[in-house]
């Protein structure tokens, strides 16, 4: 959950209208290669989830009134389900570490 998720779903609150939050995590998609990533971890899209199951899993998610959802394959929610207990610096660092291209040597 996030403060404008929440934020948004209180505004939202009497006009029927529901919010789901839709944790993506690393979608196979042309993201990082148009932000010029190719080099860097998340530039190869071959370990990363399939953008029709996670688009499937949010719709799925809206459509029950499910407030908040990974979509993603088993792996990455067990993974995002760990990284709950990680203290927000560990993830900044974590996601630093994937996004620099690796070292020269």
């Known amino acids: ?5 929440l934020g948004l779903r209180e505004d939202l609150r009497d006009t029927g209208v529901s919010v789901t939050l839709l944790h993506t995590g690393a979608t ?13 971890h998340f530039g190869d899209n071959s ?6 199951l996670v688009a499937r ?11 908040s959802v990974i979509g993603c394959d088993e792996a990455t929610q067990k993974a ?17 570490e994937h996004t620099r ?5």
């Open 1 to 5: 959950m996030s403060s404008f998720d």
């Open 28 to 40: 196979a998609t042309e993201l990082h290669h148009r932000a010029g990533m190719d080099a860097t």
């Open 47 to 52: 370990w990363k989830n399939d953008p029709v």
């Open 57 to 67: 899993q949010g719709v799925e998610a809206m459509r029950n009134g499910v407030n």
């Open 80 to 96: 995002g389900a760990e990284r709950k207990f990680q203290s927000e610096e560990d993830k900044a660092r974590h996601h630093a």
């Open 101 to 105: 291209p690796p070292a020269a040597k």
